[in-house]
């Protein structure tokens, strides 16, 4: 599994333009007549003032970011009568810290950090998707995921990058038989958030075929401990700090995101009628979903377990908030849409009309008016 110069090359482009594309919306909302604040002393999420006074970086402390920033400034902090910030991991907002140790501050190290952890997975996804497809396909799905609605997530204050990153990493050494590394890989990526945990299932099919074969023995399943012991740790580690080892599903609570079937969190978008927000979480999830099971059928059964069990994860809580983001990892499933669209013209279409989704989506993300 390698990769040349004119690949990375590729690679490269498609990680400047769409990029650009995204620096292109920032512009556009500081131009236009949006709503250029960040929070009052009176919002809940307040800890100081968040603005970096950059007009690349201020437009993504939004959201969740204020949390992540929370967690690098001032550690953990459990409030259970209200919304408080246990429900972050603590890989990225530490890379945050260390990151902004340099003097530049946590919020700019939080961009900086995203950005390059989304190109080192662009190499990764590419490796990957390259050895079950062709390098078309891999070139093509790398384009699908960079322009992809949501796909503007991956340069925020966000630890979808990271994660993304941690979960092909894992996947790459399984599939290279290094098993010890992508046992390590698997418990950065649960560190980064709870759901990183289930890159074991495709680093398991994999172990599991090679058992088979005689290319691998059992003792090597040791290494995939390595990842629910982290969150283990991490758990104790909140159970220290709040006297109760399940005080991060406490805190989810008050995020309204309670475990739920997944029908649950299907109807209750589908209750709240036919507008743009409840119609495109629905079609991110139902999308994904059917992208993991074409994978499993057509291209690799451990990537598309990897996805499905991601969007059924995803799809197990009252509600579909924050749907496009936590999908958006799922990598493989964008190797689907590459499929899907063999005619070069169709695809690049599509890539049009999915950067022009992602332009209108920032500008909401940046003006307040809807939440990934």
Known sequence: MSISKLQIKKITLLFVSSRLLVLCAI??????????????????????????????????????AIWFLNVAREGYEFKPDRQCNLTIFPLYPSLMLIGGGTGNGPAVAGVILSNLFLFLSCILIFIILKEIANEENAAKALAAMLFFPSGFIFSGIYSESLMMFCCAAAIFFGMNRQWALAGIAASA?????????????????????????????????????????????HFLHLKQLTGDIFSYFVAQKKWGKEVSDPLTGLFYE?????????????????????????LSIKRSLSLGMFVITGVIISMCQSKYLGMPRYVSVLFPAYLAIA???????????????????????????????VSL
């Open 189 to 233: 990526a649960s560190l980064t958030r709870i759901t990183g945990i289930i890159v074991l299932i495709p680093i398991f099919l994999m172990l599991v075929g090679e058992i088979k074969s005689k290319k691998a023995v059992f003792s090597d399943l040791v290494w995939l401990l390595s990842a629910p012991i982290a969150v283990l740790f």
């Open 339 to 369: 499929d899907a669209l063999p005619n070069r013209w169709i695809f690049r279409a599509w890539c049009v009309l999915s950067s022009g989704m992602m332009v209108y989506l920032l500008i909401r993300f940046t003006n307040w008016t």
């Open 270 to 294: 589908v209750s709240n009628g036919f507008r743009f927000d409840p119609v495109f979480n629905i079609i991110c999830a139902l999308g994904f979903l059917a992208a993991g099971v074409y």
């Open 27 to 64: 512009f556009i909302w500081w131009l236009g007549p949006f709503n250029h604040n960040i929070l009052s002393k009176n919002e809940p999420a307040w800890h100081g003032d968040q603005f970096t006074y950059s007009r690349i970086i201020d437009p993504f402390i939004r959201w969740d």
